[in-house]
């Protein structure tokens, strides 16, 4: 079965500084990865998706994900974060007949800091 | 454009009563699916379904939980009798058809059972 591993349950970092949060997923077959990002109060809105392809995917609000099959790993990256990206970063696989469904991860709090 | 719409916002009840959550997906999606989210477990998906037919209820916890889709811009969620441990955010989201399509998610809908 498909799973989700987000290693860091909370990032805080300053502002203007890079950040990376990590993701891994198991699977035996080809998968969809996604990230999403949710903000307090709202619900989960996407940031990026890797079909197939390039293995460098930039999403919106400047961050970009690294596909690497080998190690079976979808890491977020952000060159510069700002203040307002303070969230909560979810990372997903599609799973099930037609890769239907999606597995999340147990999310990434971002704290941002001046 | 309309993204998905769920009411109430948030809902406070006591145990024992009859609760029902509301969805009206993006127009011209096929799937619509129903996502609980605690702190202990995390997001979780419930039950999802594809041109109005519930497909994969797998998710739902016990029989106290049950999910319709009259038509293509409704769906609901019930549970009857609600318990204090069904208290959560309570996610819809929609997507168009096609496993790359990326899930569209309300704000969700916060429930707690007294």
């Known amino acids: 079965a498909q799973s989700v591993t987000q290693l860091d349950s909370q990032v805080p970092v300053f502002e203007e500084a890079p950040v990376e949060l990590r993701c891994n997923y198991s699977s035996s077959v080809s998968v969809y990865l996604f990230w999403y990002v949710q903000y307090p109060n709202q619900g989960l809105q996407l940031l990026l998706k890797y079909l197939s392809g390039s293995t460098l995917v930039k999403g919106i609000n400047g961050f970009e994900a690294e596909f690497n099959k080998s190690q079976t790993s979808f890491h977020l990256r952000k060159p510069s974060v700002h203040i307002s990206d303070t969230a909560e970063y979810f990372c997903?696989?599609?799973?099930?007949?037609?890769?239907?469904?999606?597995?999340f991860g147990t999310g990434t709090r971002l704290l941002v800091s001046p | 454009d309309a993204g998905v719409i769920q009411s109430p916002r948030h809902e406070v009840t006591e145990m024992g009563q009859e609760v029902t959550l509301r969805c009206k997906p993006i127009s011209g999606h096929d799937y619509l699916f129903w996502y609980r989210q605690t702190m202990m477990r995390g997001l979780e998906l419930l039950i999802y379904?594809?041109?109005?037919?519930?497909?994969?209820d797998s998710g739902m916890p016990e029989d106290r939980f049950s999910a319709k889709m009259p038509n293509a811009s409704f769906s609901t969620l019930k549970i009857q009798p609600s318990e204090p441990r069904d208290s959560a955010v309570y996610f819809c989201a929609s997507r168009a058809q096609g496993s790359h399509q990326p899930q569209h998610f309300g704000d969700g809908t916060r429930l707690s059972i007294l």
């Open positions: 379904f594809n041109n109005n037919v519930p497909i994969d």
């Open positions: 997903a696989v599609s799973v099930g007949t037609g890769f239907q469904k999606l597995v």
